[in-house]
């Protein structure tokens, strides 16, 4: 099977960012119903969200979230985000050109961590997982919905054969199951839900542990 990059996914990004909200629009009405707003609702303190994308999260993070730091790999799909902070005059953010593999953050700053429709995306899924981790202080959540396999037997062989072509076109692993990624970066897992057409749609949350015994 193909392996993404960061070019690959750049490319298809940049591609596709004037349609993205329109396509998005229709998955989440009809696949992933308030997948978007349940992951958001978990977000408290220092956010850090991972493919900010065109910024459609953004207008949704309520007060108990001071501040959030928003990275992508396509610039135009920062450009969309950059405009609807403006229009909406959204404060508390920040939006920056970066790779969630390798992230220009300090150890242990944030209390959230936000992955929407981003993690089917990555090429090295593992080491995104390790950086969120890094990222977070010991106590924070790592939020993640997403799609991915079906847990019907005959959709995911549908799947898994129309893959290689998705990869190609739009840089996304329709097959890919966040967890074991997030456990192998250190994470305990909360809680996992799965829902939308065929069970697709993943809802996770996954802690750094506190040694301490803290919150």
């Known amino acids: 099977m193909h392996q993404t990059s960061n070019e690959d996914i750049t490319k298809a990004f940049n591609k596709n960012a004037r349609l993205y909200d329109r396509w998005m629009t229709f998955f989440e009405r009809y696949v992933a119903q308030g997948a978007r707003g349940w992951a958001v609702s978990k977000a408290y303190g220092t956010v850090i969200e991972i493919g900010v ?22 610039e135009k799909m920062l450009a969309i985000a950059r405009r ?53 202080r010991p106590g924070g959540v790592f939020v993640l919905t997403e799609h991915g396999r079906s847990t019907y037997p005959l959709a995911r062989a549908l799947m898994r054969a129309i893959e290689p072509l998705i990869i190609r076109v739009s840089a996304e692993h329709i097959t890919r199951d966040p967890v074991p990624y997030l456990m192998g970066a250190g994470f305990t897992i909360t809680e996992v839900r799965r829902g939308g057409p065929g069970g697709i749609v993943f809802r996770i949350l996954a802690r750094k542990d506190d040694p301490s015994g803290g919150h």
């Open 53 to 74: 994308g065109s910024g459609l999260n953004l207008p949704l993070y309520g007060p108990g979230v001071e501040h959030v730091t928003g990275f992508d790999l396509s």
């Open 84 to 136: 609807r902070v403006a229009e909406k005059r959204i404060d508390r953010v920040q939006l920056h050109h970066g790779d969630a593999q390798a992230l220009d953050l300090p150890s242990e700053s944030a209390d959230t961590f936000i992955s929407t429709f981003t993690f089917c995306t990555i090429p090295a899924p593992l080491a995104a997982s390790r950086e969120a981790y890094r990222v977070l």
